[in-house]
């Protein structure tokens, strides 16, 4: 609004410098009463145009006064908006703190799940090898009777067949 009010007024002190300009050359030719009139009249008309240039320099100061309370405010706001980034990275430290907490809690979960499960492979696998012992044993032990049951037949055979021979 400063802005736009010192825009104008710089406008009108231009062109009531130029109407000043132009009445000057057209009072030229005036007689003595017209140009004691004309006189007075530029004598007012600078006091206006002085009171334009005046408003003019008051406009220009408040935007200066304007533009240090603006770069005041900004400074503030920065300081604000510091604090404020102080204060977040702070909370983000503390979130980030407890993610990775809470990431290696679920680390340490997945590392004990892990191990159980190799306990439990473990477990699996020396209850298989017990069976597969037990089962070797059984079948040994089969197949250690059928081989003597064979061989005691295959006796049997032999010494039927020793027995028929011409002694």
């Known amino acids: 609004m400063l802005n736009q ?23 030229d030719d005036l007689d ?5 009139l004309w006189q007075k009249t530029q004598m007012h008309m600078r006091k206006a145009a002085s009171r334009i240039e005046r408003a003019n320099e008051l406009a220009a100061q408040a935007l200066s006064i304007k533009a240090e309370e603006t770069e ?26 407890k993610l990775q907490s809470g990431v290696n809690a679920e680390l340490d979960h997945a590392r004990v799940q892990a191990h159980l499960a190799k306990l439990d492979a473990s477990d699996v696998v020396s209850a298989q090898t017990e069976q597969i012992r037990h089962d070797f044993s059984v079948s040994k032990s089969k197949v250690a009777k059928e081989v003597l049951a064979a061989a005691s037949k295959l006796q049997q055979q032999f010494s039927g067949v020793i027995d028929g021979l011409p002694k």
């Open 5 to 27: 009010l010192k825009s104008k007024l710089e406008r009108s002190l231009e062109q009531f410098e130029a109407l000043m300009d132009k009445l000057e050359d057209q009072f």
């Open 32 to 36: 003595e009463s017209g140009e004691v």
């Open 72 to 97: 005041l405010q900004l400074h503030l706001a920065t300081m604000d908006a510091h604090d404020q980034w102080q204060n977040l990275e702070g909370a983000l430290g503390l979130f980030s703190q």
